[in-house]
């Protein structure tokens, strides 16, 4: 059975930073894409960032571009999303996503969130002014 399990969430000052870390166990994603969501409260689900397999396509929402940094360790089956210079509308619960399609980031559709078959749990985030 397929898990993905987010960690690294919690409360954090404007301009702070945090570390997602979400874990993927009962296959292995090195050839698939991967990506970050979020929901702020009373608001729909968006996409954040997405990263390739092997790391050589990332993709980001216009509203994070330059502030957060996708990545991913193979080996670990594990990817991240470094989040920096934080505001408070970034407060949401961020979610894992897994794709089975290999070329969901050179289409253009990392932000589809019909294209990932597998979701974690989330995690809350939460920037305080």
């Known amino acids: 059975q397929v898990q993905l399990v987010e960690s690294g969430g919690g409360l954090v000052q404007t301009g702070g930073s945090l570390r997602l870390s979400c874990a993927a166990s009962?296959?292995?994603?090195?050839?698939?894409?991967m990506a970050w969501f979020r929901q702020a409260p009373g608001k729909e689900r968006d996409f954040v960032a997405a990263?390739?397999?092997?790391?050589?396509?990332?993709s980001y929402s216009e509203s994070v571009k330059g502030r957060f940094t996708v990545s991913r360790d193979n080996a670990k089956n594990t990817v991240y999303l470094q989040m920096d210079s934080l505001r408070p509308e970034d407060t949401a619960v961020y979610y894992c996503?897994?794709?089975?399609?290999?070329?969901?980031?050179?289409?253009?559709?990392?932000?589809?969130?019909?294209?990932?078959?597998?979701w974690g749990q989330g995690t809350q985030v939460t920037v305080s002014s």
């Open positions: 996503a897994a794709a089975e399609s290999t070329s969901l980031i050179s289409r253009g559709r990392s932000s589809r969130q019909s294209e990932y078959a597998y």
């Open positions: 009962g296959r292995t994603f090195s050839n698939y894409p």
């Open positions: 990263i390739s397999g092997q790391s050589r396509l990332k």
